[in-house]
């Protein structure tokens, strides 16, 4: 982050997405309540647009509140859709520069990992435009999670880990008790025999969302792609 930028509160504008009127007043009506000092990030859920910006859906509903123990298996929440306070941004200033899969889930993982408040807003705020030209884009629909699937029987799931974990190794002195724990069993479903790496997610309440996010989850463990 450039350290000259100064504000109360900030947001990512790093896309070519929309904003709806609304979409700033509706997230400091959250932050606001939060206390100064701690990091907080409001995000949310999006509406699908097409490249000409004709809406056709919406993206997931994550219906669970935002925890670590989430934010280490999954993001959800886009960076279109962030505004976060200057504690978060100063903590990420603190931070530095780190290698990770993606900036709007290292700020998911580093916020509630600190012991910071995460808000997902159900309703959508932004117009997320998908067009080829998406890097990741939005996962929804029956291709969009055969590709999801593919990527991990890959490796690209255990690869994403990997980035992210080093990263929080990096942070752990700022993570909480709970966090560092979790971090921890997070690494043992990632190693050790099957019973291990089993009874490692059993007893985390590391998850993703969805059920059938948990069942690939799951899979992942036991096939140690994770």
């Given at each position: 982050t450039d350290r000259d930028?100064?504000?109360?509160?900030?947001?990512?504008?790093?896309?070519?997405?929309?904003?709806?009127?609304?979409?700033?007043?509706?997230?400091?009506?959250?932050?606001?309540?939060?206390?100064?000092?701690?990091?907080?990030?409001?995000?949310?859920?999006?509406?699908?647009?097409?490249?000409a910006g004709v809406p056709y859906g919406r993206a997931p509903l994550f219906a669970k509140a935002p925890s670590f123990a989430n934010a280490l298996a999954q993001s959800i929440a886009g960076a279109n859709t962030m505004l976060f306070n200057r504690a978060t941004k100063s903590m990420i200033e603190q931070v530095g520069p780190l290698t990770v899969v993606s900036h709007d889930w290292w700020l998911y993982q580093l916020v509630t990992g600190s012991g910071g408040i995460v808000h997902y807003d159900p309703v959508p705020k932004v117009d997320y435009r998908q067009h080829p030209g998406n890097i990741i884009g939005c996962n929804r629909g029956v291709r969009a999670q055969l590709k999801r699937v593919r990527m991990v029987f890959k490796g690209g799931f255990s690869g994403w880990n990997e980035i992210n974990l080093a990263a929080l190794q990096e942070v752990r002195h700022l993570l909480t008790d709970e966090a560092r724990a979790l971090m921890d069993d997070y690494q043992a479903m990632?190693?050790?025999?099957?019973?291990?790496?089993?009874?490692?997610?059993?007893?985390?309440?590391?998850?993703?969302?969805?059920?059938?996010?948990?069942?690939?989850?799951?899979?992942?463990?036991?096939l140690r792609k994770v």
């Amino acid at each position: 982050t450039d350290r000259d930028i100064d504000g109360d509160y900030f947001a990512f504008c790093d896309q070519d997405d929309i904003w709806l009127p609304d979409k700033l007043r509706h997230a400091l009506s959250w932050i606001r309540n939060v206390p100064s000092a701690t990091p907080a990030v409001y995000g949310g859920r999006t509406r699908l647009v097409s490249a000409a910006g004709v809406p056709y859906g919406r993206a997931p509903l994550f219906a669970k509140a935002p925890s670590f123990a989430n934010a280490l298996a999954q993001s959800i929440a886009g960076a279109n859709t962030m505004l976060f306070n200057r504690a978060t941004k100063s903590m990420i200033e603190q931070v530095g520069p780190l290698t990770v899969v993606s900036h709007d889930w290292w700020l998911y993982q580093l916020v509630t990992g600190s012991g910071g408040i995460v808000h997902y807003d159900p309703v959508p705020k932004v117009d997320y435009r998908q067009h080829p030209g998406n890097i990741i884009g939005c996962n929804r629909g029956v291709r969009a999670q055969l590709k999801r699937v593919r990527m991990v029987f890959k490796g690209g799931f255990s690869g994403w880990n990997e980035i992210n974990l080093a990263a929080l190794q990096e942070v752990r002195h700022l993570l909480t008790d709970e966090a560092r724990a979790l971090m921890d069993d997070y690494q043992a479903m990632r190693r050790g025999n099957l019973y291990q790496r089993v009874r490692a997610f059993a007893r985390s309440g590391i998850r993703r969302q969805t059920l059938l996010g948990n069942v690939a989850l799951l899979t992942a463990i036991v096939l140690r792609k994770v």
